[in-house]
């Protein structure tokens, strides 16, 4: 059995979810072949990079090192978007974008701040935050804060 998907990051969850149930037959040999720019930071296309790596072969394609491409357009899309603008990661570096559907902080910022140490915050004060989820897969937040050290 060969599954092939194209345009991957566009094919819905439950789609790959169909798929993934019919992995159990053990007298079938499988293939399953995913195509497509990671255009989404989440979903199970992205999961083959991120959390579910372990479990595909992968590969990133860069147009800048493919032969044959235009690299004059390349040049002009650099000029116009910006190499780390995330158009330009999708579509040229094969690389899926720093934000996300109705993100506000690109995710590579909050990265960062998670491996910030906060020291020297123990007599200021305390406050409190919500942020509510409204709709999609968001789920509603509360933090704690004290000067520069947070809590979830």
Not at 44 to 70: L, M, N, P, Y
Not at 95 to 118: H, L
Not at 122 to 151: C, H, M, N, T, Y
């Amino acid at each position: 059995m060969v599954v092939i998907f194209d345009e991957a990051s566009e094919i819905a969850d439950v789609i790959w979810e169909t798929i993934e149930g019919t992995l159990l037959d053990e007298n079938t040999e499988m293939l399953w072949l995913c195509f497509g720019n990671p255009a989404k930071r989440d979903g199970r296309f992205a999961q083959c990079f991120g959390s579910q790596r372990h479990r595909w072969i992968t590969r990133q394609i860069d147009s800048r090192q493919v032969e044959g491409c235009k690299l004059e357009v390349i040049k002009e899309w650099q000029e116009a978007y910006g190499e780390d603008s995330d158009w330009f990661r999708v579509v040229v570096k094969g690389a899926f974008p720093r934000g996300g559907f109705n993100q506000f902080i690109a995710s590579d910022t909050v990265s960062a701040c998670r491996r910030y140490k906060a020291v020297g915050y123990e007599g200021l004060p305390k406050g409190i935050g919500v942020d509510p989820a409204r709709f999609g897969s968001d789920r509603s937040a509360i933090i704690l804060r004290q000067a520069e050290k947070l809590r979830f």
